[in-house]
């Protein structure tokens, strides 16, 4: 073989193996696909189904082309089907794999320049998904990263030795980003396909605001308070629905900490143009729908199901709905119920009667 000692990789396999922190089965099927791809380029169509066999103590090498079997007398695909008829699948059903045999011998400078990119890039795509999986356990929380490279679109970040990307959706409107600055991100999920693995990670997902109050509230840690709900939307609003598993202990005052501290670290984080609102979760539709509606002042609740009307005075309907309907959609989100705003007209104050008014009046119109 030209330029690829088979036996030498065999050897190698192990030492590869603890270099690249990959398993040996792992390496192995790296080397045997790519002794496959340089034997489909040299000896038949690039759509064959080529697969092959290394024995790691010789080194010798067999490769097998699989076929299925298809109806005589049909056009057919000579690169990944055999025809019934055919002396090599007697004894074969239709749709049975016939396997051909070929010993691996040489290979020409091209095939052999084939199979040494193939173990590369494999290599790094094996690597790339080892370290990946290491990160399958951290998905839901918060780490530091430095930003590695800015692209129009993507905003590439370090975690270690992992690269993690910010998609545009996922980067907080109007935040500018520079080259080693340290920022914290979601590790949001692990996305496969065709191309390998990819680290995706958010700073708009309202599960970011979540873990960001995690690492500021303690008392959440031991059970004190926790967070019921939370809706948001990024670099704008986020209602965010607490409640104390502990009497005596004030929930939102607890999540707000002493002078706005907690808050405001958390703010400091997402940016001040968005805005957070603490409210009381309750199991009781009407007091939290009216909280999770402040700062609007609400008049009356009429719950059905999942749907509620919610009565506002026409001074406080703007407030309810808020801007492009903000508070309103966040509101709702939180709660997980369809609202309606409705104006009502405020109740008239009945004129205080004046009893002793009231007697003499009585008194004098009987004396005339």
């Not at 045999?101 to 998904?129: C, D, P, W």
């Not at 990946?132 to 430095?146: A, D, H, N, P, R």
């Not at 590790?187 to 990819?198: N, W």
């Amino acid at each position: 073989m030209q330029d690829l000692d088979l036996e030498q990789m065999s050897a190698m396999v192990k030492v590869i193996a603890e270099e690249k922190g990959l398993s040996e089965e792992t390496v192995l099927d790296v080397i045997q696909t790519a002794i496959a791809a340089a034997w489909r380029r040299e000896n038949t169509d690039r759509e064959a189904n080529v697969r092959s066999e290394l024995n790691l103590i010789t080194g010798a090498a067999k490769v097998f082309v699989d076929k299925i079997v298809v109806e005589s007398g049909v056009a057919y695909n000579p690169a990944t089907e055999i025809p019934a008829d055919d002396p090599k699948a007697k004894g074969k059903e239709i749709g049975d794999v016939v396997s051909e045999e070929y010993e691996v011998k040489s290979f020409g400078r091209v095939a052999s320049t084939t199979a040494k990119q193939v173990i590369i890039q494999r290599l790094r795509e094996a690597e790339k998904e080892t370290v990946l999986e290491t990160f399958e356990s951290k998905i839901g929380t918060i780490m530091t990263g430095v930003v590695a490279r800015i692209e129009p679109k993507v905003v590439c970040v370090e975690l270690g030795k992992a690269m993690g990307i910010l998609l545009k959706s996922e980067q907080i409107e109007g935040e500018r980003y520079s080259v080693g600055q340290r920022l914290k991100v979601l590790i949001k999920e692990i996305q496969r396909d065709e191309r390998g693995a990819q680290l995706i990670l958010s700073r708009t997902d309202a599960e970011f605001v979540k873990q960001l109050f995690i690492q500021e509230v303690p008392e959440i840690d031991n059970g004190t308070v926790e967070i019921r709900s939370i809706a948001r939307e990024a670099g704008r609003r986020t209602k965010i629905a607490v409640m104390a598993t502990t009497p005596g202990i004030d929930p939102v005052g607890t999540f707000v900490g002493g002078r706005g501290v907690r808050v405001q670290a958390v703010m400091n984080e997402v940016g001040d143009r968005e805005k957070i609102d603490i409210v009381n979760w309750s199991d009781n539709p009407s007091e939290y729908l009216r909280d999770a509606l402040s700062p609007a002042e609400i008049v009356k609740v009429e719950v059905t199901g999942k749907e509620a009307k919610v009565y506002v005075t026409k001074e406080q309907q703007s407030i309810a709905i808020g801007r492009q309907g903000q508070n309103v959609r966040l509101a709702s989100r939180l709660t997980g119920y369809e609202i309606d705003i409705e104006v009502i007209e405020p109740t008239k104050k009945k004129k205080k009667v004046n009893v002793e008014d009231s007697l003499l009046e009585a008194i004098e119109d009987s004396e005339e």
